[in-house]
């Protein structure tokens, strides 16, 4: 049974289109993450939620908007798609540790990643 | 604020021979601090972890690091290299419980026989 699972896997768009990625988590963790690795595999943090509010939200254009439902799911929806946004858009989880702790927490458990290519 | 370094950026490694990885971040307090492997499309799956104690830690695969303060440095290492080993390496950095891991750039290995 997959830790964190991530629909599409691949998704081709055309420019201007809205799309949306899913992520769902059954783990128990309470926070959830994009990252977006571009053509260079560089991972880049874009949002992070706990509990579903948003804690990390980087500089990311307005077209892209995450939306928590409860805590085991974070979707990424994009709206008018342009080429520099193609890439690879992971979803990871993680159980926040009490303050303190460093026993089991930012321990990130990642999707398989969901390939967007923009024409 | 955090920043991880990777100065390799692509390795080459004969097939059982050695490897190390270089890793060097940049915190202010003792950060916690990761390898993360990536297979060709794949998503990335957790190596090792240090968050205190034994600055040498072992990890899954026969990997192991090891934390040097004095260097600001987390080096992987691998005695004997497989071919299935052949990847992307990312080391990771992470300042407190709850905040989002910042990735280095990464190294590619490449395996030859």
């Known amino acids: 049974d997959t830790a964190v699972s991530q629909t599409p896997k691949y998704l081709v768009t055309q420019m201007g289109n809205d799309k949306s990625i899913k992520c769902e988590q059954n783990?128990?963790?309470?926070?959830m993450y994009w990252y977006k690795q571009d053509s260079k595999k560089f991972l880049k943090i874009m949002f992070s939620?706990?509990?579903?509010?948003?804690?990390i939200n980087e500089t990311v254009p307005n077209r892209f908007s995450p939306k928590s439902p409860d805590k085991a799911h974070l979707n990424l929806h994009i709206n008018s798609l342009e080429l520099g946004d193609s890439a690879v858009y992971f979803c990871?989880?993680?159980?926040?540790?009490?303050?303190?702790?460093?026993?089991?927490?930012?321990?990130?458990?990642f999707g398989a990643g969901s390939r967007l290519t923009v024409l | 604020a955090q920043s991880v370094t990777q100065p390799d950026i692509h390795i080459t490694v004969s097939e059982g021979a050695s490897l190390e990885l270089r890793c060097n971040y940049s915190?202010?307090?003792?950060?916690?601090l990761f390898w993360y492997v990536q297979s060709p499309g794949q998503g990335l799956q957790l190596l090792l972890k240090?968050?205190?104690?034994?600055?040498l830690v072992q990890g899954i695969k026969g990997f192991e690091a090891e934390f040097k303060r004095s260097q600001s440095s987390f080096n992987l290492r691998k005695p004997s290299v497989h071919w299935s080993d052949a990847a992307e390496y990312f080391c990771?950095?992470?300042?407190?419980?709850?905040?989002?891991?910042?990735f280095g750039k990464g190294t590619t290995l490449s395996v030859s026989s």
């Open positions: 990871a989880s993680s159980q926040r540790g009490t303050s303190g702790s460093r026993g089991g927490a930012n321990v990130l458990t």
């Open positions: 783990l128990g963790h309470d926070t």
């Open positions: 939620y706990n509990n579903k509010e948003l804690i």
């Open positions: 915190y202010g307090a003792t950060p916690y």
């Open positions: 240090y968050f205190s104690g034994d600055t």
């Open positions: 990771a950095v992470g300042a407190k419980a709850g905040t989002a891991l910042i």
